[in-house]
């Protein structure tokens, strides 16, 4: 094998890299909460492939499936047959779905996803228009991007317009930044009761549905208020407008409750599922009310690799895996512990802003001081890159890049907790002290 200079000076020559720069990082291998290296190196990750293996890295549970339905089939298209693993999968989905009856669809990435819930709702309801918060993100093909808005390292992406038509933005419960320079609760969630006028004076009074992520991944943990979303569902059952949430990053036990809707305690008519659906097999599902998944009409979507029998089988290994294991428990139970923790970092710090987050989702926003807000976009990436120093990988995210994302496995014990503890504050504070000497 050659050193890593040479590895990775290959790798840029020969693989597009330009549209997700990656950390200087080989990984050769990986065991539930760690990565390792070429040089043998392991690092604690706490981003978990992205909020993705919920269940830890190379769960056997889930390794075995995926070896046993190897043995039997791979594909054969599942969109022209009948496949085993399918049903299973719908079926296992129906037992812990947070609406009742309802009927999946399989695919292979939360954009895709993004995609067919769209045109599931446009069909059902003959409507076209859709409303998405301003700074979320849905993915990456054009029409999931059309109903995201630029964050971040996403920002220049939003040039390669003209996006689909009759996406309306509204307001994001983005309480440490209100666009609308009101204090939570004395608000009286202004930016949920706004909607109202939005659907009446911005709108051809057309609209399909509402899309939302419970809790804002990609924008920076974005934790709207515990009303938030009641609040809204009560201006959408009255202009009869759909709920889908997108649980690709919230779904399958991160925030503590299995559901992000159970956060919220609020009823989806659809929901978006990806990442931890198949720890780390690419598939997706649209899971939606009864009637609304039956009015798809022959040719309203199909994909050659759609519910794919390896798939759906990492994919019911993992349900299995963390419903017998009540993951989002211990999700909520380490989760209290390291927002605890983070917080008595975000006292003693001049640039952590705010912590928050529901569960093992959570972001800890930094700013260049905390009287301006004023966004620590730099300060985040050195936080990072310190971090990673101290042999812990986090995630970047928020609408200036400047909100580190804490989103482990859903296995993790208090000494990952205390791990991931020692090294975040002493990169935080390195970095307050390069700060201090070198003004970034
Ligand atoms: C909330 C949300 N929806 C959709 C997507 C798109 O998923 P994918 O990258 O699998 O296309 C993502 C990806 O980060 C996401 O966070």
Request: hydrophobic share 40%; aromatic share 8%.
């Amino acid at each position: 094998m050659t050193d890593e200079k040479t590895f990775i000076e290959d790798y840029d020559r020969n693989v597009v890299t330009s549209f997700g720069k990656p950390f200087p990082l080989i990984v050769v291998q990986a065991e539930d909460v760690f990565l390792t290296d070429l040089k043998g190196k392991t690092y604690l990750d706490f981003w978990a492939g992205i909020a993705t293996v919920n269940a830890g890295h190379n769960n056997p549970k889930i390794q075995r499936a995926v070896k046993e339905q190897l043995e039997q089939l791979v594909h054969c298209s599942s969109h022209s047959y009948y496949t085993l693993p399918a049903l299973e999968l719908a079926q296992k989905i129906a037992e812990v779905a947070p609406f009742k009856p309802c009927i999946s669809s399989f695919h292979t990435s939360g954009s895709e996803a993004s995609d067919v819930a769209i045109k599931m709702v446009r069909r059902y309801t003959e409507k076209h228009e859709v409303l998405t918060l301003q700074g979320s993100y849905h993915g990456q093909t054009y029409g999931a991007r059309s109903l995201g808005t630029p964050v971040a390292a996403y920002s220049k992406a939003f040039t390669m317009g003209p996006f689909l038509p009759g996406v309306i933005h509204v307001p994001t419960p983005y309480c440490y930044r209100c666009s609308l320079g009101h204090t939570y609760p004395s608000c009286h969630l202004q930016c949920a009761k706004m909607i109202e006028d939005i659907i009446n004076f911005s709108t051809s009074r057309n609209v399909a549905a509402y899309m939302a992520e419970p809790i804002l991944g990609v924008g920076g943990i974005v934790t709207p208020p515990p009303d938030y979303f009641r609040e809204v569902k009560k201006i959408l059952n009255d202009h009869d407008i759909l709920l889908i949430l997108d649980e690709v990053q919230t779904g399958l036990g991160r925030t503590g409750e299995m559901w992000g809707s159970q956060v919220y305690n609020v009823k989806p008519d659809v929901i978006t599922l990806a990442k931890a659906l198949g720890n780390g097999w690419p598939i997706s599902a649209v899971v939606a009310s009864q009637p609304i998944g039956d009015a798809f009409e022959v040719g309203d979507h199909f994909s050659t690799w759609g519910a794919n029998p390896v798939m759906c089988a990492a994919a019911n290994a993992t349900i299995e895996f963390i419903v017998e294991n009540k993951l989002w428990e211990n999700a909520k139970e380490m989760g209290s512990l390291l927002i605890r923790r983070l917080k008595e970092v975000e006292e003693a710090s001049g640039i952590v802003g705010e912590v928050r987050g529901r569960g093992l989702m959570i972001g800890v926003e930094v700013v260049k001081d905390k009287k301006s807000k004023a966004p620590g976009g730099e300060e985040c990436k050195a936080i990072r890159r310190a971090c990673y120093d101290e042999g812990l990988l986090v995630g970047a995210g928020g609408f200036w890049s400047n909100v580190i994302r804490i989103q482990p496995p859903l296995t993790i014990e208090e000494t990952h907790v205390e791990r991931c503890m020692e090294a975040f504050e002493k990169a935080v504070k390195t970095v307050e002290k390069q700060r201090r000497s070198h003004p970034i």
